[in-house]
């Protein structure tokens, strides 16, 4: 069997589709390419210098940004409770745990943080979600635990806060909870 391997009119043809498909298919993709690029360089430069935010947990107000967040969206939490736990161990840890909602399905407790004066800890919790993510505005719980710092601290009664819900707990002297070791 001999195969025709001559140049004709068809072959010709069939190579110029296949060319111009080529070309056409990268151009495409150069152009869909260059469209994402554009995107996200507008999108980049129409995102707010990050602001701060000192917002009391039962505060409301619309969407603002999230302090060294550029791509999160701050929500308001509703903090309902707080529970406080003693480990009991040596060294002591105290630890907080925060429940409360969120005002939609994307939103999420940031880190809470902690300050002290005196025997009162205060917790301060944000929440916040990606920014320009669709959302279901479906009240959501949440709950988050943090450790309290009480490193250091002489024995006594100590009081956590967060918004309006304040909790009390105790540090007893070292011998009171170190296991007894016998000989």
Known sequence: MEENYEQ????????LWIIGGTVLTIMVIALVYNAVQH????????????VTMNTPASATSSDTAVLGASDRIATIPTIT????????????????KITGTVPDSCSTFDTP????????????????KPSGSTCTS??????????IPVAGLNPGRYVV???????????????????EVTK
Do not use: C, H, W
Not at 40 to 46: G, H, M, N, Q, V
Not at 83 to 94: R, S
């Open 39 to 50: 995107s996200l360089r507008a999108t980049s430069d129409a995102i707010p210098p990050a």
């Open 161 to 179: 806060k967060i918004g309006k819900i304040s909790r009390s707990f105790t540090l007893k002297p070292a011998a009171d909870i170190a296991p």
């Open 113 to 128: 943080s902690v300050t002290q004066s005196g025997k009162t800890f205060t917790v301060s919790l944000t929440a916040s």
């Open 8 to 15: 004709g009119p068809e072959n010709g043809k069939k190579m």
């Open 81 to 96: 409770g707080m529970e406080v736990v003693n480990l009991q161990t040596l060294p002591y840890q105290v630890q907080a």
């Open 138 to 147: 479906v009240v959501t719980d949440q709950s988050i635990v943090t450790d």
